[in-house]
């Protein structure tokens, strides 16, 4: 059974920071790509970050490029996502997901068959 436990969403105000992280069980997680989406109220789900099976490689959205990390450690099957200079319009439910045998990742939801229940992160101006 497949298991993506989110952690480390909460309330801050502009300017910011968080820690996310995504505790996946179930999974060959060494042989799995995984991403951080987000999906804000009355809007779609978009892609956050990623990161390659393959080589490690990390893939960011435009609106979070330069401000948020993508993250993993291998050893604990652990991903995370340092949000920083975090905005009002960051304000969504975070998701982790994973891609198993999907070496080099893009933020396309289809490509994700786990997903996690998601942690709330609420920015204040």
């Known amino acids: 059974q497949v298991r993506l436990v989110e952690s480390g969403g909460g309330s801050v105000q502009a300017g910011g920071s968080l820690r996310l992280s995504c505790a996946a069980s179930g999974v060959t997680y060494i042989t799995s790509s995984m991403a951080w989406f987000r999906q804000a109220p009355g809007k779609e789900r978009e892609g956050v970050a990623c990161i390659s099976a393959g080589d490690g490689s990390t893939y960011y959205a435009d609106s979070v490029k330069g401000r948020f990390t993508i993250s993993e450690d291998k050893a604990k099957n652990t991903l995370y996502l340092q949000a920083n200079s975090l905005k009002p319009d960051d304000t969504a439910i975070y998701y982790c997901?994973?891609?198993?045998?999907?070496?080099?990742?893009?933020?396309?939801?289809?490509?994700?068959?786990?997903w996690g229940q998601g942690t709330q992160v609420t920015v204040s101006a």
């Open positions: 997901a994973a891609a198993p045998f999907v070496r080099r990742c893009a933020l396309n939801p289809a490509d994700f068959r786990y």
